[in-house]
């Protein structure tokens, strides 16, 4: 389907200052947003990476008890 032509031009120019003055409202908008979720996954990474390093000392403790040897010394 065509779309049909717009029958009226716009009586204002677009200027630079209109463009800054709209660019500044999103990106405020955004930039709230942006550091909001940059703080909350800046704190689930932190969370994730001392569970896996708790894992990771548990599972090499419990593997070390399973691997160590006993070595029993007798004077005669």
């Avoid at 716009?10 to 409202?25: A, F, G, N, Q, Y």
């Avoid at 979720?37 to 569970?51: E, M, Q, R, Y």
């Avoid at 090499?60 to 070595?71: A, F, L, P, Q």
Wanted: aromatic share 4%.
């Amino acid at each position: 389907m065509a779309k049909a032509a717009p029958t009226e031009r716009p009586t204002r120019t677009i200027t630079r200052d209109d463009l800054e003055s709209k660019l500044r409202e999103v990106y405020s908008g955004v930039g709230d947003e942006v550091a909001s979720t940059k703080n909350t996954l800046v704190t689930i990474g932190a969370v994730v990476a001392v569970i896996v390093l708790l894992i990771t000392f548990f599972l090499g403790r419990r593997g070390g008890k399973k691997k160590t040897t006993i070595v029993e010394i007798r004077r005669v």
